[in-house]
């Protein structure tokens, strides 16, 4: 069988090591963390989210950044520390701008295809993941953030999203614990919720049984090309192996643009954390106030998921530090604050915060498909939606990854039979 290591085992690692391995690949998957889904998988916002799939290469975002650098709580924060990677990264950010329309329309398809699969997968496997129906509800609050939102309306039709205008009174029939003055807002009725953490986990479960290997507390410190395959050198308590395998793919986050230099390739994706709230419903008055319908409030860029009967999650903003992990309380403070003003029924005594550092490529598209060099692919780069991704790009890589293997070993054509060969063995 031909061998073939997968770099990470967050969402998009192990999908990507499902699919392989139905295709009847040899698949490891190398991972530095004790588990599946322990970094940027962990605590996501939860939305799967067609209608969230609008690039950010806007204006609007550049100029929302430079007024908010100095305010430690707004949804987006660039810390003014130069780094050559940020001055680079931030440059090809805005010359995207000029593919905001065809990027955001790109992205919007990738998420509605992704629907099937992911379900599917759930469906095979039997992964209980707080999947909740219920669509997602945008909400505005000012004429002019609302009039933007129908502009973005075009292009998610375009994409094939049904993202439908609503008014203040069906907001409040939608979602009737939410509170607050809206001018209006949006439903998408097709996009839903889960929990990423516990798909990620039971997708990694169903692979085992299929026979896929995991090497966690594997840190991968290099990666060669050899002409014939890649070598990986990892670390694992106090020593260091080795492993050979004919090809690899790199769904390893933020560290994607660290293992693509060495394999020769370029891969600008820059660390953009987020950070989350899970607020434990523990009393029946809280899991009576809070809401089933996913909300995404367009002023706080907060958005909400309910997991089960008695968590709420609550996710959002954006802050450009490089690698830190840290959690700041100046970020988490507002975060409940805003469950207080929406869902005052709900008691924030028992709050679990979380930062993750997500991996985003400066046009917002993820990275899928081959390096540079044979046998080298690549799954990774999605930004805030890896959960909403995730299940299509895995599919896209494989089958480009299984198109490339086959060419690469197929048998020899046989040699022709000499003439003088067939007349004696006639």
Request: glycine share 8%; proline share 4%.
């Amino acid at each position: 069988m031909t061998s073939i290591a997968v770099i990470g085992a967050g969402i998009t690692g192990v999908t990507t090591a499902y699919k392989l391995n139905a295709l009847g690949y040899d698949v490891t998957v190398f991972d530095r963390q004790g588990h599946a889904g322990m970094e940027t998988s962990f605590a996501n916002g939860g939305q799967l989210s067609a209608s969230n799939a609008e690039v950010w290469n806007h204006p609007s975002t550049f100029l929302k950044g430079l007024k908010w650098m100095l305010k430690k709580d707004a949804p987006l924060l660039v810390h003014p520390a130069p780094s050559w990677h940020k001055i680079s990264w931030m440059a090809e950010f805005v010359a995207a701008a000029r593919n905001y329309h065809d990027n955001t329309v790109k992205t919007v398809r990738m998420a509605v295809a992704a629907r099937a699969h992911l379900i599917q997968m759930a469906s095979d496997e039997g992964i209980d993941f707080d999947l909740e129906k219920r669509g997602i509800l945008h909400v505005y609050e000012t004429p002019a953030e609302f009039e933007h939102g129908l502009t973005v309306n075009k292009m998610m039709a375009e994409g094939g999203v049904d993202r439908r205008a609503v008014t203040p009174e069906e907001i409040r029939a939608l979602e009737p614990a939410i509170k607050g003055t809206f001018h209006g807002g949006f439903f998408t009725e097709s996009d839903f919720t889960g929990d990423i953490h516990k798909y990620t986990q039971g997708l990694a479960a169903a692979c085992v049984r299929k026979g896929v290997k995991f090497r966690y507390h594997a840190d991968v410190s290099k990666l060669r090309h050899t002409g014939q395959g890649v070598d990986i050198a990892f670390r694992q308590g106090s020593s260091v192996e080795t492993a050979h395998v004919d090809a690899i793919v790199i769904c390893a986050g933020t560290q994607s643009r660290r293992f693509a230099a060495m394999l020769g390739d370029r891969v600008n994706i820059y660390p953009v954390k987020g950070y989350s709230v899970t607020v434990n419903l523990t009393d029946a008055a809280s899991q009576e106030a809070a809401p089933w319908v996913s909300i995404l409030d367009d002023k706080a860029k907060l958005v909400t998921s309910r997991f089960g009967a008695s968590r709420l999650r609550v996710a959002g903003t954006a802050e450009f530090t490089g690698e830190n992990r840290d959690i700041r309380m100046a970020r988490i403070d507002p975060m409940t604050a805003w469950v207080r003003k929406r869902f005052p029924g709900v008691s924030t005594a028992s709050v679990v915060p979380w930062a993750g550092l997500r991996p985003m490529m400066p046009d917002m598209l993820p990275r899928v498909g081959a390096g540079s060099k044979a046998g080298v692919f690549y799954n990774t780069g999605h930004g805030h939606l890896g959960w909403t991704l995730c299940a299509i790009t895995a599919e896209t890589v494989s089958a480009t990854l299984d198109a490339a293997m086959r060419k690469t070993f197929q048998p020899a054509p046989a040699a022709p039979v000499a003439a003088r060969e067939l007349v004696h063995s006639a």
